[in-house]
């Protein structure tokens, strides 16, 4: 079936990097994008950033651009999401979810990973 | 950026109640208005893309409307599966961002 599968919890202390993969199966991964959100405790969805697995284009949200990076291997059909420069507002849980395109050509998160813990503590 | 804005952030409701849940966008962003449901612990699910249409395997009891800059999510016949956040997002253009959310919360 159609899933995708995110690596394991992380613990980084402030300053250091982090970095998330999502594995795709069930379907061509080259096909749709792969979109990064996440949600802090307690809070609302945020949305990260994205990915064309095909062409490798990016796009980032203002509050993380330039420490955020998102990056494919299309041989192993993964994409993944590195942060770096972290401090304790980057405290989250981490989803990729693949973006999908209606025939009308509207846009929406279909499918999503199990999230992946990034607690960031000294 | 589009700001889309939800109210009420909570609400209390019993099996079998209509609940109707708002969501508007900072500027006119035509039917591009998806809706989401999440449950404690786990990932988001799509319930409605293109404001109204129900993505598959999703029950009828979920509806949608509205187009523009004001949009609709109807509950009619709460379940008690339903008790979960909700979350409006438009995909008219990057970064595609959310509503703040509305907790659904058993009366």
């Known amino acids: 079936q159609v899933q995708l599968v995110q690596s394991g919890a992380e613990v980084k202390k402030p300053g250091a990097s982090v970095k998330v993969s999502c594995e795709a199966s069930?379907?061509?991964?080259?096909?749709?994008?792969i979109n990064w959100v996440r949600q802090a405790t307690g809070r609302g969805l945020e949305w990260v950033g994205w990915?064309?697995?095909?062409?490798?284009?990016?796009g980032y949200a203002q509050k993380v651009q330039g420490r955020v990076t998102i990056t494919r291997n299309t041989s192993i059909r993964t994409a993944y999401m590195e942060l770096s420069s972290l401090t304790s507002e980057d405290t989250a849980v981490y989803y990729c979810a693949r973006g999908w395109a209606s025939s009308s050509f509207y846009y929406a998160m279909d499918v999503w990973g199990q999230g992946t813990a990034v607690i960031v503590s000294s | 950026d589009i700001q889309m804005t939800q109210s009420p952030s909570s609400l209390s409701a019993a099996v079998g109640d209509r609940v109707t849940i708002t969501c508007r966008a900072s500027?006119?962003?035509?039917?591009?208005l998806n809706w989401y449901q999440q449950k404690a612990g786990k990932a988001p699910n799509l319930l409605i893309y293109a404001a109204s249409t129900l993505q598959s395997g999703v029950p009828s009891r979920f509806s949608g409307s509205g187009s523009g800059t004001d949009f609709t999510l109807t509950i009619t016949g709460l379940q008690p599966e339903d008790f979960a956040a909700y979350y409006c997002q438009q995909s008219y253009s990057t970064p595609r961002t959310f509503g703040q959310g509305t907790k659904v919360e058993v009366k």
């Open positions: 069930g379907y061509t991964f080259t096909n749709y994008d």
């Open positions: 500027q006119n962003i035509g039917k591009y």
């Open positions: 990915m064309n697995p095909n062409t490798g284009n990016t």
